[in-house]
């Protein structure tokens, strides 16, 4: 006898439930991370070291700022915010060096990012390297500095909106979804494959979120089609730059933004990321069925 609904869909919850935790814990450990690191000074010690650098240079500033960043992702910046039409002026006044108020808070911040960037290059469980660093620098602030330590550094609001996301995903593709993500995205294994997972993997996380977008479109592509995941992970993780909600990241950014009084035009960012996102996912894709398959 089979399941009935109620026991299947409680069964896929569970499992859900499972798959995500370590991601949820991951998450909601990182962001306490960044954000005691923000309040002891890091960033700020970090931005102003790279404007001094700078001289007053904007070309330079603005290299030095996207050291890593891609091509792609430099010319859309300069572009569209950091050329002189847009910047008003041709040179900056290079800031004064930020005070630091707690040196030892400073340098305890500091070191617990580094060993938390070398546990993620040692291939270290992501979730473990950043709940302990996350607990590390509680301890400091518990420490040093108690009044920064408040219930507003946690981001429930973002985990019940992901978890719940990742909830109601499966049971849509029950629904549907499977099917018409499938008729998308295809199951071929060639380089259109690859294309087509990628645009459906950018466009539902502009939809919905990346995260519960690469797991609906994973599902339905065959385990063997290793050039068509990777196109989708690519789709999901370059492509989620044009609606606020489409990525974590984003909605961080925009959050970090309000809270700073930083207006960012709603048209501007949509067609900057539009434009972003189709020009960095179809050379990016161009790029790997270029070396899978040469």
Do not use: H
Not at 11 to 18: D, S
Not at 168 to 185: D, E, I
């Amino acid at each position: 006898m089979g399941a009935v609904p109620g026991e299947r869909d409680g069964g896929e919850a569970r499992a859900e439930l499972e798959r995500i935790a370590p991601i949820l814990l991951f998450l909601g450990a990182v962001i306490v991370l960044a954000e005691l690191v923000k309040e002891a000074q890091v960033f700020d010690v970090i931005a102003t070291r790279l404007a001094v650098v700078g001289r007053g240079n904007y070309a330079a500033l603005f290299l030095l700022c996207t050291a890593f960043a891609s091509l792609v992702t430099m010319v859309f910046l300069w572009t569209l915010f950091w050329r002189r039409g847009r910047r008003g002026a041709d040179r900056y006044e290079p800031p004064s060096p930020v005070p630091v108020a707690d040196p030892l808070l400073f340098r305890t911040a500091a070191t617990v990012c580094a060993l938390f960037i070398a546990a993620l290059l040692l291939g270290l469980p992501i979730q473990a390297a950043a709940l302990v660093s996350a607990v590390l620098m509680i301890a400091a602030f518990a420490w040093r500095d108690r009044s920064k330590l408040t219930f507003a550094l946690f981001p429930w609001q973002l985990l019940v909106f992901v978890t719940g996301l990742f909830l109601v995903v499966p049971t849509l593709s029950r629904y549907g979804l499977a099917g018409l993500m499938g008729a998308l995205a295809g199951t071929g294994g060639d380089g259109g494959g690859a294309y087509r997972a990628a645009a459906v993997g950018a466009g539902l996380s502009n939809l919905i979120n990346n995260l519960p977008a690469y797991t609906a479109v994973e599902k339905v592509i065959p385990v063997d089609n290793q050039e068509q995941l990777l196109a989708l992970f690519t789709g999901t993780d370059i492509g989620p730059v044009i609606t606020p909600w489409a990525s974590l990241a984003t909605l961080l950014w925009f959050e970090w933004c309000r809270r700073r009084g930083v207006r960012v035009p709603p048209l501007t960012f949509v067609l900057a990321g539009a434009g972003l996102a189709v020009v960095g996912v179809t050379a990016t894709v161009g790029v790997g069925v270029l070396l899978l398959t040469g």
